[in-house]
């Protein structure tokens, strides 16, 4: 990098800049990367909303079901259609549950 500066004529920085600059109006940010902003030396002129929740497993009776069903299809290839299903409902649920994150965000 040194050689590079010397042959194009820059001078090189003091080194202490963040990549980019971050100005963004109403940003959501995860606490450990805000902290890591704010440790940086971010400004934080406000804050909007905070969400508050406990991380929990959710609907782990679909997900088993789904799984089941498709050990079930791969072990027993009569029941091949059931798992194929199956899969398509896993899929469908997912894809549902991004597509309403994504459109919540767009709004």
Request: glycine share 8%; proline share 2%.
């Amino acid at each position: 990098m040194k050689d590079y500066l010397q042959r194009s004529g820059r001078k090189g920085g003091d080194g202490k800049k963040l990549v980019g600059a971050l100005s963004a109006p109403k940003l959501l940010l995860y606490a450990p990367l805000l902290s890591w902003y704010v440790e940086q030396g971010a400004v934080i002129k406000a804050v909007y909303c905070t969400i508050d929740y406990q991380t929990t497993k959710v609907f782990t009776w679909f997900v088993e079901q789904v799984t089941e069903a498709r050990h079930t299809g791969d072990v027993d290839k009569s029941k091949a259609l059931l798992a194929e299903v199956f899969k398509l409902l896993g899929k469908k649920a997912v894809m549902e549950k991004l597509l309403k994150r994504w459109s919540a965000k767009r709004a």
